[in-house]
């Protein structure tokens, strides 16, 4: 490993896209160009997880720049590092990066411009998920808003103006209550550090021991709620969800990856790091003082969002809508910090984390793969499929593999993280836990019934899918099976040998907690 | 000989079967290889080999195997881990499970023959068998629950394994989900049993707890009343029965393993794995009461189907209430012997079924007749089957189901008269309906199959359903022969010489019964525990009579209904009467969960309120950037560049000022 790892590996992407803009004209080299960058990215993720030393634990990799901002104008500096919460949403990116862009062959329309967006993407999550400065974190949280508006609106299909718009104003909206958080506690004289952790290697002393117990500028219970709001939208939990499904249903497919895959774990991520991270022993109030509306809040989004989902008659928007409901185990995870931290806070935090993970590379399986039925059937009404099954079997077998590991079928990695985080809060939240495994009753439900429309019985009579276009349905080529299968290997091996990430990310989860 | 690897291996052979035949088989021999088949029965030979040795050294040593195990998720105090429990109950089912598939594996080399997805069929299969030998063989309790689903879910690809029939995506569909819902109870069990102590999810740490008083009656209460309904839903027990019916759209050779002998005994198999924990709980009673219910609610039904797999189905959730209601009164011993000998037999009856499909083609009792003549070795192995099924001496079913009844009679209070009651009421239908299917399908006149089927719903403009084909009357093949053979042999003698009443050459008196009970984890070696369990079952004379006039009795009553040609006047009169009606409707409970409380309930209701709830408050969003943009409009005159508005502003701004000023007293 090379000194600087991480800092390469954030703007690798975003140098490539300058390098396309400036040197680039024909598609195709384009389309290898990024293929390659975000193939080189994701082997540099892999190696950053592997090379994670689980003996020394705490934050490694640190790239720190005191002054890049003038010191004396705002204590700001660039630092970037990964623990065991952020290395396998590190890796996230990475995988689902390099998908992204693999998924993106079929893209015709103004490839270079679609090529820099989707790499100036990539970059901004990078950096949310290794930020350990607050203004460099929010710097990336909003900056990612500019490429998925570019994407959303111009490649989109269905009201894309109107989904982007969408998408952009919520965030925008929690990013501004963020912001004041932050500012509030940058300007507290007791704190003024915008350092997101505590480095006793390099002597710094973050925010989480600064705050407590300290004086700031606006109630602790105020700013938390700040960053809460913030991080609820992105999540997104009810009531603030309303943008997913429009945003979803109208992204590109490879958007509706990185959207689903790792844009909503910046939330979960968040939360972990900031609400819990910041707020467990502040003046006046602890995170443990409202655990229990944020457990209420994960069932109610949980089951609602289930319960909406059976009715959702697209594709994508009925994946999108169960999004909804699976981040709301996240949230529920995070409500095991319960009353007062303790191990089941710990294996709760554990399981919010595992979770995001294993949605991320579930639900992106589930986008690709509606993404190339779509690309076959040219409709994502499910009326209007049927039969499906023998025309494109490995489709149709992917399909059910990222159907099965939603409904948290043993062995996918959708259980594990899912039984850890029931296993954890019905110790402490026993009502709200059990509403919310309810939703695992209604996944099966949604699921099963969306399968057998697509894939089982005949084809119906339609138009747009015509029995012309039917006949002529091929199954994937072989070189698609890479973006599959680099989706498919961690739901398989989260699944059967969890304990490869629990391990790390149990470092960076008693990081957090005190 | 290394034991723990035997019994890893137990599990592992078949599952390397599933991997090998679901990632090569297919890609390099092709979707339709009897290769297939031949790597999933090989395999599933050798773990039945094992499990013989296995089984040997147990009752030879008489010791258990406990393998200590595998970590599997570590995280402060959430500690789950995989490790073998290899005891009496596991020992009993891992035989059953071994040799009854593979007599069905065999049997589908001929069944399935020249299915274009065969090798699809042997893959799930595999992974079925694995599935079902990782549950019996679990040491914990979140290990159970991954078995468990996983059994739930070859179970669902099975069912639905002819995709392109809509019944069948349908009834693969409503058979996981409701089992799904018996899982959310087992799940909340499993939850809450966590919650209590994190170390018990090991069955072996929780029998100790049990054992020495640790676990309170209450919290053994909660914990069981949850594995109750995850029990109910995988043994089809009232009122989560109605998938099982419909699962019978899968091939035959799938129900008669998967339907009949093992997956839906693991609910069975569940409660006699937390016996001690149940034995503790006040919901004993209630096992004993929805198994009894369910035993003759599920037999009134199978009275009038004429669809023969259905009959079978609905006799297989009879029987199983039988095991539930065996094990509610305590019962341990009679309920696994009766899962034992009703696996052979009922497997016996369904490869009979498939067998007797194969030449008429049809299902439908009322288009077959007379095929005695044409296939005497089904007849024979399905009229004994029935004839142990009925319970009829000295054939396996006899005895187990005696001593049920006999255990019933013997706890001398209201619950066992109960429940005795109930057992013999089923017994009667029972034989009734076994009768029914027997006499309609072997004897009297041959009524023309398929064929005649077809023509009649066409007649009928109804749907002519894929497995109503061209009849060929003729014997089937020897591969579907031979396993019916094997199956209808055990039928006749292994209730009695597993678990005789006298001391037979090598086997000791109730040998069977002394083996299951001899289980130090689960009976803590207390003698009355074990008695009270049947270790040592008294043969009761007075209900072997009883139950055998009885069953005499319903063979007779069908024999005349269908077997007298005048009394077809009867038959008619009886399927106008409203019984009749509520019985063919299945007591309306599918009318009721599917098209009440699923569709018009949950999805027209509660789901399109909240869909619609969320559209509008989603509009609530629209709204509020309309109203901006409004605003923004309407004060954008302001902008409009010219240069008169522009000096309207400044005077009306510096007269706003002057009169501030003025306000406060003084201009500066």
Redesign the interface.
């Known amino acids: 490993m090379f000194d600087g790892i991480l800092s390469v590996t954030i703007f690798i992407p975003v140098i490539s896209a300058l390098i396309i803009l400036f040197f680039f004209k024909n598609n195709n080299s384009i389309r290898y160009f990024a293929n390659f960058t975000t193939g080189i990215v994701f082997l540099l993720s892999l190696m950053m997880f592997l090379n994670y030393d689980t003996e020394i634990s705490g934050f490694q990799m640190i790239d720190y720049f005191e002054a890049w901002i003038p010191f004396e104008y705002l204590r700001s500096s660039y630092i970037v590092g990964i623990d065991g919460l952020s290395a396998p949403l590190v890796l996230l990116t990475g995988i689902l990066g390099f998908v992204s862009t693999l998924a993106s062959l079929k893209v015709e329309k103004r490839v270079k411009e679609y090529h820099i967006w989707l790499l100036v993407l990539i970059s901004s999550v990078f950096g949310v998920f290794v930020s350990l400065d607050l203004l460099l974190f929010f710097i990336f949280f909003e900056f990612e808003l500019i490429p998925m508006y570019m994407l959303i609106s111009i490649w989109g299909s269905g009201r894309p103006k109107y989904s982007a718009m969408k998408f952009v104003l919520f965030t925008l909206f929690g990013g501004a209550l963020m912001l004041v958080g932050i500012l509030s506690i940058y300007m507290s004289t007791d704190v003024g550090t915008l350092i997101m952790v505590s480095i006793p290697e390099l002597s710094l002393v973050g925010i989480p021991e600064l705050i407590q117990y300290s004086d700031l500028l606006l109630p602790a219970s105020f700013i938390f709620i700040l960053f809460f709001i913030a991080f609820a939208i992105k999540l997104p939990s009810w009531p603030v969800h309303s943008w997913l499904p429009d945003a979803h249903t109208d992204a590109p497919t490879a958007v509706s990856v990185m959207l689903a895959g790792v844009l909503l774990k910046m939330a979960g991520y968040g939360l972990i790091r900031i609400n819990i991270g910041f707020f467990q022993n502040t003046k006046g109030f602890t995170i443990h003082d409202v655990s229990i509306f944020i457990s209420i809040l994960a069932a109610i989004s949980v089951v609602y969002g289930g319960i909406i989902t059976v009715r959702q008659t697209d594709m994508k928007r009925l994946i999108a809508f169960s999004s909804i409901s699976h981040m709301g185990f996240v949230m529920l995870g995070v409500s095991a910090i319960g009353t007062s931290s303790s191990n089941t806070s710990v294996a709760g935090i554990n399981g919010a984390a595992l979770q995001m993970f294993t949605h991320g590379t579930i639900t992106g399986l589930a986008f690709l793969m509606v993404g190339y039925t779509y690309e076959r059937t040219h409709t994502r009404h499910i009326p209007h499929l049927g039969g499906l099954w023998h025309k494109i079997p490995i489709i149709a077998t992917f399909f059910f593999i990222s159907g099965f590991a939603s409904l948290g079928l043993p062995m996918l990695s959708g259980f594990v993280s899912e039984i850890m985080i029931f296993l954890s809060t019905f110790t402490i939240w026993p009502i709200a836990t059990i509403v919310s495994a309810f939703g695992v009753v209604l996944a099966a439900g949604y699921i099963l019934w969306m399968i057998q429309r697509i894939f089982f019985g005949v084809k119906p009579p339609d138009e747009i899918f015509s029995d012309e276009i039917y006949d002529q349905i091929e199954d994937v080529k072989k070189i698609n099976l890479l973006p599959i299968l680099l989706l498919t290997i961690p739901v398989f091996l989260v699944g059967i040998w969890p304990s490869f990430l629990t391990e790390i990310i149990n470092l960076g989860v008693e990081g957090v907690i005190r | 000989m290394n034991y723990e690897f035997l019994s890893y291996l137990v599990i592992l052979l078949p599952l390397s079967a599933f991997i090998i035949n679901g990632l090569f088989t297919r890609n390099l021999l092709g979707s339709a290889s009897i290769y297939a088949g031949y790597i999933t029965i090989s395999s599933i030979f050798l773990s039945f080999m094992i499990s013989l040795i296995l089984l040997f050294q147990i009752m030879v040593k008489s010791e258990q195997f406990i393998f200590d195990p595998i970590?599997?998720?570590?995280?402060?105090?959430?500690y789950?881990s995989f490790g073998i429990i290899l005891d009496n109950l596991t020992i009993v089912m891992m035989v059953v499970i071994t040799s009854v598939s593979l007599l069905v594996q065999i049997y589908g080399l001929s069944y399935m023959h020249g299915d274009k997805s065969l090798t699809r069929y042997y893959t799930y299969m595999s992974l079925f068998t694995a599935s079902m030998l990782g549950l019996v063989l679990s040491k914990n309790i979140?290990q159970l629950?991954?078995?468990w689903?996983?059994v739930g879910?070859s179970s669902?690809m099975l069912i639905?394994f002819w995709?392109?029939?809509?019944s069948?995506?349908?009834a693969?569909?409503k058979a996981?989900?409701m089992t799904?819902?018996g899982d959310?109870g087992f799940?909340?069990g499993?939850?809450?049993l966590?919650?209590v102590n994190p170390a018990y999810l090991d069955i072996n740490t929780l029998y100790s707890a049990v054992n020495n008083g640790e676990i309170s009656s209450y919290s053994a209460t909660i914990i069981s009343a949850g594995f109750l309904v995850g029990a109910i839903g995988k043994s089809a027990q009232f009122p989560l029965h109605t998938w099982l019916p419909d699962a019978m759209e899968g091939p035959t050779s799938v129900s008669a393993l998967i339907h009949s002998a093992t997956m839906v005994t693991a609910g069975v198999f569940l409660i006699a794995r937390f016996f001690p924990l149940f034995d503790i709980s006040n919901i004993m009673i209630y096992v004993a009461l929805i198994g009894a219910v369910t035993s003759v609610f599920a037999a009134s039904m199978g009275l009038v189907v004429d669809d023969i797999k259905k009959v079978l189905a609905y006799s297989t959730v009879s029987q199983l209430g039988y095991m539930m209601f065996a094990l509610g009164i305590g019962a341990y011993a009679p309920a696994i012997f009766h899962l034992f000998t009703h696996a052979f037999f009922k497997a016996c009856l369904f490869l009979g079924a498939g067998s007797v499909h194969h030449a008429s083609g049809t299902f439908n009792m009322k288009y077959m007749g007379g095929m005695r003549k044409i296939m005497p070795v089904t007849y024979i192995a399905m009229m004994v089957s029935s004839l142990s099924l009925a319970g009829l001496f000295p054939l396996s079913g006899f005895w187990s189901k005696d001593e049920i009844l006999a255990h019933a009679a013997h706890q001398e209070n209201l619950l066992g008269y109960f429940v005795l009651i109930l057992g013999l009421i089923a017994a009667f239908m029972t034989a009734f309906y076994m009768f029914r299917a027997i006499f309609l399908v072997f004897h009297g006149e041959w009524k023309g199959g398929g064929e005649s089927e077809q023509k009649e719903l066409i007649k009928n403009s109804q749907s002519v359903h894929p497995t109503i084909v061209e009849p060929h009357l003729e014997e089937s093949p020897k591969f579907m022969i031979y396993p019916m053979v094997i199956l209808g042999a055990l039928a006749i003698v292994i209730g009695f010489i597993v678990n005789p009443l006298i001391d037979l050459l090598f086997i000791e008196k109730h040998a069977f019964a002394h083996f299951i009970t001899d289980n130090y984890e689960v009976f803590n070696g207390d003698k009355t525990k074990i008695y009270k369990a049947g270790g040592s079952p008294k043969f009761d004379l007075l209900i072997a009579i009883i139950s055998s006039i009885i069953a005499i009795s319903g063979i007779l009553l069908a024999y005349a209904l269908y077997v007298k040609e005048k009394n077809i006047s009867i038959q008619k009169n009886l399927s106008k009467g409203v019984i009749y009606k509520v019985l063919s409707n299945k007591y309306y409970l599918d009318y009721l969960y599917e098209d009440i409380i699923i569709r018009k309930l949950?999805?027209k209701k509660?789901?399109?309120f909240?869909?619609w709830f969320?559209e509008n408050?989603?509009n609530i969003?629209v709204q509020i950037?309309t109203i901006v943009t409004r605003f923004s409009r309407s004060i954008l005159f302001l902008q409009n560049g010219q240069t008169q508005v522009y000096v309207y502003g400044m005077f009306i701004g510096i007269l706003v000022l002057f009169l501030l000023f003025y306000l406060r007293g003084g201009l500066i």
């Open positions: 970590s599997w998720i570590s995280i402060s105090h959430l789950i979140v629950f991954v078995f689903e996983l879910v669902y639905g995709m392109n029939r809509p069948a995506a349908d693969a569909k996981f989900i799904r819902f959310f799940l909340f499993i939850l809450y966590f919650s949950f999805y509660l789901s399109g909240l869909r969320d408050t989603d969003n950037s």
